[in-house]
Nanobody
């Protein structure tokens, strides 16, 4: 079993930045997908950013140019750098790792963008 723990969320003003971190209890090297999802109140969970295999990252259109997903195999960490944050980015953000056999989720971290 893989445990994922997100951190880095919080309250930030519009235009600000946050970096979310996801710590994995096991190596992420064998994971075929690294991703971040988010869920705003009353809305469905949506895919924000992902890296599939060794391909280039994919992003939700609304976050392109503002968010960057990355992984550190040596530290078993996945990150989401979020810049130029907007009120509509407010949500609970979830880390997601997948291999051909299992899907793993973190508990989520709240991001609130408000003045």
């Amino acid at each position: 079993q893989v445990q994922l723990v997100e951190s880095g969320g919080g309250l930030v003003q519009p235009g600000g930045s946050l970096r979310l971190s996801c710590a994995s209890s096991r190596s992420i090297f064998s994971m075929t997908v690294m991703a971040w999802y988010r869920q705003a109140p009353g809305k469905q969970r949506e895919l924000v950013a992902s890296i599939i295999g060794g391909d280039s990252p994919n992003y939700l259109d609304s976050v392109k140019g503002r968010f960057t997903i990355s992984g550190d195999n040596a530290k078993n960490m996945v990150y989401l750098q979020m810049n130029s944050l907007k009120a509509e980015d407010t949500a609970v953000y979830y880390c997601n790792l997948r291999n051909p056999f299992n899907t793993y989720w973190g508990q989520g971290t709240q991001v609130t963008v408000s003045s």
